[in-house]
């Protein structure tokens, strides 16, 4: 079946930075588009970025994150990264990985930024 784990979430003060993973497993991988949502406390869940997959590489990002964070995909290891740098306050959420074609979305993984 379709799996999505995230990891890589933690605690980190303004400025830092955390690499975010989502390991895939259950279906063709470099076929699906790939996301990172976010949904901070109160709000409703958020594209964040996204990448296409094999083939031409295409890439979305909210203007939040702009410059600052960088998503990447290794097809290999059916795995795709969120870089996230110069971390501020409002990056605080669960930060949700999803593929294309269908509601299949991970658990989520917890990012807080604070001092």
């Known amino acids: 079946q379709v799996q999505l784990v995230e990891s890589g979430g933690g605690s980190v003060q303004p400025g830092g930075s955390l690499r975010l993973s989502c390991a895939t497993s259950?279906?063709?991988?470099?076929?699906?588009?790939m996301y990172w949502y976010r949904q901070a406390p109160g709000k409703e869940r958020e594209l964040v970025a996204s990448?296409?997959?094999?083939?031409?590489?295409?890439?979305y990002y909210a203007d939040s994150v702009k410059g600052r964070f960088t998503i990447s995909r290794d097809n290999a290891k059916s795995t795709v990264y969120l870089q996230m740098n110069s971390l501020k306050f409002d990056d605080t959420g669960v930060y949700y990985c999803?593929?294309?074609?269908?509601?299949?979305w991970g658990q989520g993984t917890q990012v807080t930024v604070s001092s």
């Open positions: 999803k593929r294309s074609g269908g509601a299949y």
């Open positions: 259950g279906f063709t991988f470099s076929a699906h588009v």
């Open positions: 990448i296409a997959g094999s083939g031409g590489i295409t890439y």
